[in-house]
């Protein structure tokens, strides 16, 4: 009966998407033969659409078309640009940020863009008492990226001024992302604790509706202030499929425009195929097994290196992403802040590791449950086929491992609940700083029940000062050496196993144009449109 259910709703879906414009030919665009609608494939789900209470690259990849910041990366690169501030000035001192908005600008249901509009959606984060502080939202991004804010205040109609009680070296690059983005302070007054459904900014599409696990439906912002950047389409559609093999054909058939999470194996023949533009770049992420701490199985630091070891991370990253990324020597990206001069990566070495495990009687006879998500990910576009390999790289050295593969969402609740043995997952970076990546995964604060990212459950001391104490240096070569102590103590420790590093990849029909690939990661659909004939 539920499987019935769901051929009726893609049916249906399906149709919908037709009637705005998902075939090649529904309605007539930029020219002649091109929809007024963009579809954009992926492999899973948002899972919500409140920018403060998100932490999944499909629910940032959707708000970024729907809600803006401040400030913003200039397309393509790590750079700061003014957005909705036109101007912003820092103090000699670091404390003191000052956003000048834009005159004009207006939200997606009318309410225009001041001072005080924009305190709501910083002041809702800090303050628990605040009527915009949902009960059922973590706001964990908050505590990661902005501890140092204490005060966000009007100064007259249109700054803001933030106040903070010590430097922090990359505030302004956190700003520029997801967690900063300004929302209709009236829209989450009228749609409260379901806002998350009904996200309302100033970007250049426009949330209409969202069907779960098929589609979220934008139409184009007519009043978007940034003319260079105004929308091409009437629509966006965000789709859900989950197949890899189904988005590839839905994207050689016309049906989709865009797509990603594409297996590398499959990119050599749309590379040549002049239909297609292929986006590929060294990716900000890492993909990587983590540990949970809580298991007194993986307490002892030699069982966590022995692990490691066991792994032949070089054959994982052909196997996983077939020459389109590289083994992870490290939990940053490389050329990031703190990289090591001279390295140290985690040998692969089988016969050391098995020595050591089989001096650990608690893994004979029992299973150890390997979780992974079962949609593709940037850095695994294949998740059950790079965890069966590490499946048969830890049996080689005498343990006995079963995988357990859930859908994204789960999976994510249960590494953040710490409810699993082992846990494949992976991260992209944010804001492009190493704080993003050392502070998430190794940060004490980080390790809140429920809204976890340290899913390790790793705490120290010693770690959290250098964290901290890199965060308020302002001197890269300071900095440098306070992260280099952060990875010692990693690699020390081992509270997790960095797998490897893959690219961004984005595939659309060579008729798009004024697509490009983002650092960070996002995606940025609103300049995107046909090429003229």
């Known amino acids: 009966m539920f499987s019935l259910f769901g051929r009726f709703a893609t049916f249906f879906l399906s149709v919908s998407l037709l009637l705005i414009g998902g075939s090649g030919c529904s309605q007539k665009g930029a020219s002649s033969d091109h929809p007024e609608t963009l579809i954009f494939a992926r492999g899973s789900d ?18 970024s078309q729907i809600c803006e910041g401040l ?67 973590n706001f964990q991004y908050w505590n990661y990226l902005y501890q140092e804010i204490k005060e966000v205040r009007a100064e007259g109609d249109m700054s803001v001024v ?25 829209a989450l007054e009228e749609y409260g604790e379901d806002f998350q459904r009904h996200p309302v900014g ?21 009043d978007y202030w940034d003319r260079a950047h105004a929308p091409k389409f009437e629509r966006l559609v965000m789709k859900v499929v989950p197949e890899n093999s189904v988005r590839l054909l839905e994207l050689k058939s016309g049906h989709v425009h865009a797509i990603d999470g594409l297996q590398p194996a499959e990119l050599a023949a749309l590379t040549s195929d002049p239909m297609f533009t292929v986006y590929q770049e060294p990716g900000m992420n890492v993909g990587y097994l983590t540990y949970n701490l809580q298991d007194s199985r993986f307490l002892a630091d030699e069982v966590r290196l022995a692990i490691a070891m066991a792994i032949d991370r070089n054959e994982l990253a052909k196997i996983a992403l077939d020459g389109t990324g590289s083994a992870a020597d490290y939990p940053i990206p490389p ?4 990289e090591p001069k001279e390295k140290d990566p985690i040998p692969y070495d089988p016969e050391r590791a098995r020595e ?59 590494l953040r609940n710490f409810e699993f043995d082992l846990g494949l997952i992976g991260w992209m970076g944010d804001n492009g700083d190493t704080d993003n990546f050392l502070s998430i995964f190794f940060g004490s604060w980080a390790t809140v029940k429920g809204a976890a990212s340290n899913y390790a459950f790793y ?34 420790d081992l509270p997790i196993v960095p797998l490897v590093h893959s690219s961004n990849i984005v595939v659309t029909r060579s008729e798009l144009t004024e697509f ?18």
């Open 46 to 63: 948002a899972q919500k659409l409140d920018p403060a209470d998100i932490d999944d690259g499909e629910s940032v990849n959707t708000i």
């Open 71 to 137: 400030v913003r990366f200039k397309s393509g690169t790590l750079e700061i640009e003014p957005c909705l501030a036109e101007s912003y000035e820092v103090s000699e001192n670091g404390l003191r940020y000052t956003f000048h908005l834009r005159e004009g600008v207006r939200f997606h249901d009318g309410t225009s863009l001041t001072a005080e509009a924009a305190l709501f959606s910083f002041h809702r984060q800090m303050d628990e008492t605040h009527p915009g502080h949902l009960p059922e939202a």
């Open 162 to 186: 933030f106040e903070l009680s010590e430097p922090n070296a990359s505030l302004l690059y956190s700003l520029a992302i997801f967690p900063a983005f300004l929302v209709s302070p009236n």
């Open 202 to 222: 100033t970007g250049p599409y426009r949330f209409l509706n969202w069907t779960p696990n098929q589609a979220i439906v934008m139409e184009k912002n007519p």
């Open 335 to 338: 050329g990031f802040l703190g």
């Open 356 to 414: 050591i495990l089989a001096r650990y009687p608690e893994f004979t006879g029992t299973q150890i449950k390997l979780q992974v998500m079962s949609q593709p990910r940037p850095y695994f576009p294949d998740p059950v086929r790079a965890a069966s390999f590490i499946r048969s790289e830890l049996e080689k050295v005498g343990l006995s491992v079963d995988i357990e593969a859930k859908d994204f969402k789960s999976h994510l609740n249960s």
């Open 459 to 492: 705490k120290n001391d010693e770690m959290d000062a250098y964290l901290l104490g890199a965060r308020r240096e302002t001197e890269l070569a300071k900095r440098q050496k306070l992260y280099e102590k952060c990875l010692a103590l990693w690699r020390r």
């Open 516 to 533: 490009e690939l983002q650092l960070i990661g996002d995606l940025r659909l609103g300049p995107v449109g046909w090429k003229a004939e």
